[in-house]
């Protein structure tokens, strides 16, 4: 319960971080990536400030032998920068760039019932649901390539 509880909290402190900076609205975001316009470099200040609460955070996180609700931190097995993770950063971005929401900006920003929120969230899954479904068949053709 307690578990659940933090999870919670730390949902809500990044939903509230989103809304009050002002990231939950595209056209915030999207004037970020205007520079020929009516650009604003507010986005800069908040990913600069995120990008400094995570790096302590981290810091003071992996000092522990073992995160405190499981037996080991779990993370990315390579560093390798390999097309899949280049194509998926180009997605994103494109997305991003276009709709004005990334994911996390749009999940706080469904509270405002704005329709594009809900329609970036349901592509968004949808893109999820694609992606599964690419890898899935991807890890089917391998192992047939590899027996050949």
């Not at 578990?3 to 004037?31: C, E, R, W």
């Not at 507010?42 to 405190?68: C, D, H, N, Q, W």
Request: some cysteine; hydrophobic content about 50%.
């Amino acid at each position: 319960m307690k578990k659940h509880f933090l999870i919670y909290l730390i949902g809500l402190t990044f939903g509230l971080g989103i809304s009050i900076s002002g990231m939950a609205n595209p056209a915030k975001v999207i004037n970020f990536f205007d520079f020929a316009g009516t650009w604003d470099p507010s986005l800069a200040f908040v990913m600069g400030g995120a990008v400094t609460v995570a790096f302590i955070g981290y810091r003071l996180v992996f000092r522990r032998e073992a995160p405190i609700w499981g037996n080991s931190f779990s993370l990315p097995g390579t560093r390798q920068i390999d097309a899949r993770l280049i194509g998926g950063s180009l997605v994103f971005g494109i997305g991003w760039g276009i709709a004005g929401f990334c994911p996390g900006g749009a999940l706080p920003a469904l509270g405002t019932g704005r329709s594009e929120v809900f329609i970036f969230v349901v592509a968004l899954v949808a893109g999820i649901l694609l992606a599964k479904a690419l890898q899935k068949t991807s890890a089917r053709k391998k192992p047939k390539a590899a027996q050949a």
